[in-house]
């Protein structure tokens, strides 16, 4: 755990601020932005995200919307079908099952369509600043270079980093490791030389001239 905190205070300091990437001005849009933002990219989202919150600005009206206007207006992100189901059959359960509020638990706000572990605790994180360990590519892959997790099923990953870190850690370290993830540690070629984490990495790869 020690090494750990170190980790997140070198990369507090590295990161201060991770900027958000998902366009939202309410709980409601960010719920349906992390459902749109599945297996496609944040800036594909938030370009689509105006004109379907101008027409449809809460869960009443999305939950009546027609499906082929929908998918529509969303047609740009990717399995737009099957996104337009879940973000309607999301919109009609908050309206049935919530009051038209977004839910504060995971176990509610994984009950919605289209909505899993990951992006609940992206609204926990973001929404509702509750304790939540965001497990996508990104952190599953930084985790496992760390030392952290062998796993590379999200729900072990979570698990096994629960298991090292208190909660009152998780948030700094889903947000600073995906972001690391994105920064530094890429999938194919790490840039472990100019890494910040070097002397902490179990995973660093040697530099150009043969040190480490
Ligand atoms: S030293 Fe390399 S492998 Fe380790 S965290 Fe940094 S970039 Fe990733």
């Given at each position: 755990m020690e090494r750990f905190t170190r980790i997140l205070r070198r990369l507090s300091d590295e990161y201060p601020e991770i900027p958000s990437m998902l366009q939202y001005r309410n709980p409601f849009e960010l719920l349906i932005g992390v459902i749109l933002s599945a297996q496609t990219t944040d800036e594909q989202v938030n370009a689509i995200l105006p004109e379907l919150f101008k027409r449809f600005s809460d869960a009443n009206s999305l939950a009546a919307a027609d499906h082929s206007e929908v998918e529509s207006i969303i047609h740009?992100?990717?399995?737009f079908r099957q996104k337009a189901r879940s973000i309607i059959g999301t919109a009609a359960a908050l309206v049935r099952e919530f009051n038209g509020q977004v839910p504060h638990t995971m176990a509610d706000l994984v009950s919605?369509?289209?909505?899993?572990r990951k992006s609940a605790g992206v609204i926990l994180l973001h929404i509702y600043d509750e304790p939540a360990i965001i497990v996508d590519t990104h952190f599953g892959r930084v985790a496992r270079r760390l030392g952290y997790t062998t796993a590379r099923d999200p729900l072990r990953i979570e698990r096994d980093v629960a298991a090292v870190l208190p909660r009152e850690y998780w948030n700094s370290a889903s947000m600073r490791l995906n972001y690391h993830g994105r920064r530094?540690?890429?999938?194919?070629?790490?840039?472990?030389?100019?890494?910040?984490?070097n002397d902490l990495c179990p995973s660093r790869e040697p530099a150009q001239d043969g040190t480490t």
């Open positions: 740009s992100v990717g399995f919605l369509p289209g909505v899993g530094y540690c890429f999938a194919r070629k790490p840039a472990c030389p100019s890494c910040p984490l």
